[in-house]
């Protein structure tokens, strides 16, 4: 049930760009996106709803896959502030129980 | 600031003992949670409340007992401490079950580290 993320970790110089997949093995109603900076809450980045719809803000963006029950973060031109452990969270349904994968450690260095 | 806010930040204590952990959401949201964070930053889901209603219990010990008292408020008491108890504990709210377009996803407290000796 716990949606799978992958890479587990990925290492950037600044200025590449990254993209980041989870997947469910179950229809999903949503996903989320949040980034965790080491010792910190993880904070909200976006969410994508069925539809197959895509949405981003700044320099990262995110699609989501209905059919295939996945969906990708894009990080483009990253920055060292982008470094954290990115997690999707899914949904299958409204009001549902938000499972989230295991985390995508993202490094960005100078 | 709005914001969730939980207590205490730290918590280090023995086996055997029982402890609690508070948190305040002042967003105007309608559900919270606690979700816990393993040593692995494996971050699984709890307890939920939605209106002071009990709505998600997932397979906890039932050392673990969440309360509500309003829908600002969320705590968790735990009896009996055990060394497998160590971990992060998150609150967190969302509007609506962060449902629809527009939502705007959960807002995550700033972490209880319990640490159990």
């Known amino acids: 049930q716990q949606p799978v993320q992958s890479p587990q970790a990925v290492i950037l110089r600044e200025g590449e760009d990254a993209v980041i997949n989870c997947s469910s093995s179950?229809?999903?109603?949503?996903v989320h996106w949040y980034r965790q900076k080491h010792g910190e809450a993880p904070v909200f980045l976006m969410i994508?709803?069925?539809?197959?719809e895509q949405k981003g803000h700044d320099k990262i963006s995110a699609s989501f896959n209905e059919k295939k029950q996945q969906s990708s973060l894009y990080l483009t031109a990253s920055q060292l502030s982008y470094s954290g452990t990115y997690f999707c969270?899914?949904?299958?349904?409204?009001?549902?129980?938000?499972?989230f994968g295991q985390g995508t450690e993202l490094s960005v260095k100078p | 600031d709005t914001a969730v806010s939980q207590t205490p930040k730290y918590l280090v204590t023995q086996m055997g003992n029982d402890k609690s952990i508070k948190c305040e959401q002042n967003?105007?949201?309608?559900?919270m949670y606690w979700y816990k964070q393993d040593s692995k930053k494996f971050l699984k889901i709890m307890f939920s409340?939605?209106?002071?209603?009990?709505?998600i219990n997932e397979t906890v010990p039932n050392r673990f007992s969440p309360k509500s008292p309003d829908k600002a408020h969320l705590n968790l008491h735990i009896n009996s401490l055990e060394l497998g108890d160590s971990a992060v504990y998150f609150c967190?709210?969302?509007?609506?079950?962060?449902?629809?377009?527009?939502?705007?996803?959960?807002?995550f407290g700033s972490g209880t580290r319990l640490t159990v000796v």
């Open positions: 967190a709210s969302s509007q609506d079950r962060a449902r629809g377009p527009g939502g705007n996803g959960y807002t």
């Open positions: 179950k229809a999903l109603y949503s």
């Open positions: 994508l709803l069925k539809g197959g």
């Open positions: 969270g899914t949904l299958r349904n409204q009001g549902g129980k938000l499972i």
């Open positions: 967003l105007g949201h309608d559900t």
């Open positions: 409340y939605n209106n002071k209603e009990l709505i």
